[in-house]
Each structure stands twice: as structure tokens, then as C-alpha cells.
């Protein structure tokens, strides 16, 4: 039985930010980015290299890492809008210190402060 639900962003113009960012994904990169979200939705906490929480100016948020066809993938969400929901907000590529899009935080800490003030919408991701 799953314990976490995610839910994706939609945002203001009705978009789905992350099923477009999943569409443009290789095969192999959605399966294993299912895989991932499938295991966290059964553990009570999450721990280990599969989530690290987020510091700083983004402290609250947290990332969801897979590694997939030699890439490193983060997914930035953060716990709303109730506990044991996690709502996905950006998917992006990491390499050494740089993120692609190189906004990636800063878009994920904007689409959550919208999600804060009524702007936008989740859905719910079907695992």
C-alpha cells in the first residue's frame, strides 16, 4: 500500500509542467523516473540517496534523484498540500554543480510560492 501520493504542477495557463518534462524523456529515463516515485510512495521516510531535502532559500523544498542513461535527474517538489503528498514542481538534469535549466530553483521556488497564493493547480500522478 502506498503511503506518499505526488502530484504534478500545473500552472496558470493549465499546463502540465511535469508530464511535458516526462513526455521528452527517453523510454529507459521515464521508466526508471516511475520506478523511483513507485519506491517512495511506499516508505514511510525517506532516506538515502533517492531524496535529499533542499537548504537555504529553498529549505522546505526537497529533490527526488535517479540516475538514468548516464544523467543525473532531480525532480524539486516540496510536501503539499497535505502531508504525505509531494508535489512535484520542476524535473531538470544535473552534472557537477550545474543544473539544467540552470533556473531550475528559483522556477521551483516561484511555481511553489504560486501554488501558495491560489495561482495553478496539482493533479494527481497515477503510479
Known amino acids: 500500500m502506498d503511503v506518499w501520493q505526488f502530484m504534478d504542477y500545473i500552472s496558470p495557463q493549465g499546463r502540465n509542467v511535469i508530464a511535458d518534462w516526462h513526455a521528452g524523456l527517453?523510454?529507459?529515463?521515464?521508466?526508471d523516473f516511475l520506478a523511483v516515485i513507485r519506491i517512495?510512495?511506499?516508505m514511510q521516510h525517506w532516506r538515502?540517496?533517492?531524496f535529499k531535502p533542499l537548504k537555504g532559500p529553498y529549505q522546505g523544498m526537497g529533490e527526488i534523484r535517479y540516475t538514468s542513461e548516464r544523467k543525473e535527474h532531480r525532480v524539486?517538489?516540496?510536501v503539499w498540500p497535505s502531508a504525505q503528498q509531494f508535489t512535484m514542481l520542476i524535473g531538470c538534469f544535473?552534472?557537477?554543480?550545474?543544473?539544467?535549466?540552470?533556473?531550475?530553483?528559483?522556477?521551483?521556488?516561484q511555481r511553489r510560492k504560486f501554488l501558495e497564493q491560489g495561482k495553478g493547480s496539482i493533479r494527481?500522478?497515477?503510479?
Open 40 to 42: 517512495l510512495a511506499k
Open 48 to 50: 538515502g540517496r533517492a
Open 76 to 78: 524539486i517538489g516540496f
Open 26 to 31: 527517453l523510454r529507459q529515463e521515464q521508466s
Open 94 to 109: 544535473h552534472k557537477q554543480r550545474v543544473y539544467h535549466p540552470t533556473n531550475a530553483f528559483n522556477t521551483a521556488l
Open 124 to 127: 494527481e500522478r497515477k503510479i
